[in-house]
């Protein structure tokens, strides 16, 4: 047991908090931000929304389009045509068009440095009570956040929510997996948002597994 306080021990429990904290840095918080929102509404005894992949491709191709217009006021200066989410938004998703249902309706918001999910919903999105009436609404089934801004700002926000059926409205080609999405991130996604971070961390990784490799062979 005593050769266990060693060096080496000291350099393992460094290395393993990198990683720990690498892999929490580098996920998906458009995901969290779905979770905050079905925790909002149940709070209030509000059905939780199911989160639509197709949805929430469709809210990153619109912050997409309006990235650059952000405010003074954190508001973003920009409204698509309508047309945009059935003949640009669904197909740069690769949604199938016969299950595009209804959307109804959005929140967008943007800001200059990088927050957090919980203070993205709070000092971002959700700010008013017209943003606080809509995520309330009962007739919304279905959910969906994008995010765009990962290596700099500003950050843009946005909420689709739809009034769709589970599973049958939204629904991405190629079994679910839709078209690979090469900036920002959406909820319904195991894709963290930068990829190239997501492949350094996955090198540093296999050196680490490595060093422990050989560290476990010292100590026997």
Request: net charge positive; proline share 5%.
């Amino acid at each position: 047991m005593k050769n266990l306080y060693c060096p080496e021990l000291y350099s393992f429990c460094f290395l393993l908090l990198v990683v720990l904290v690498s892999s929490k840095n580098h996920g998906n918080p458009a995901n969290d931000l779905v979770s905050i929102i079905n925790n909002n509404r149940t709070a209030l005894k509000l059905p939780q929304l199911n989160d639509s992949p197709g949805l929430g491709c469709m809210a990153l191709q619109y912050v997409e389009l309006c990235k650059g217009n952000c405010t003074a006021n954190n508001a973003v200066n920009c409204k698509p045509p309508e047309d945009d989410f059935t003949e640009v938004f669904a197909p740069n998703c690769g949604v199938e068009l016969p299950t595009f249902g209804t959307i109804t309706g959005h929140i967008v918001g943007c800001q200059e440095k990088y927050v957090e999910p919980s203070l993205a919903f709070s000092q971002v999105l959700v700010k008013d009570k017209k943003s606080l009436s809509l995520l309330r609404n009962k007739s919304h089934t279905e959910v969906g956040v994008g995010m765009v801004g990962v290596h700099k700002g500003p950050f843009f926000w946005c909420v689709l929510f739809s009034n769709g059926k589970t599973n049958s409205s939204f629904v991405l080609e190629n079994r679910g997996a839709g078209i690979k999405q090469t900036q920002g991130c959406y909820s319904g996604s195991s894709a963290p948002c930068s990829v190239g971070k997501k492949n350094r961390a996955s090198a540093f990784s296999i050196f680490f597994m490595g060093f422990v490799f050989v560290l476990l062979i010292k100590l026997l």
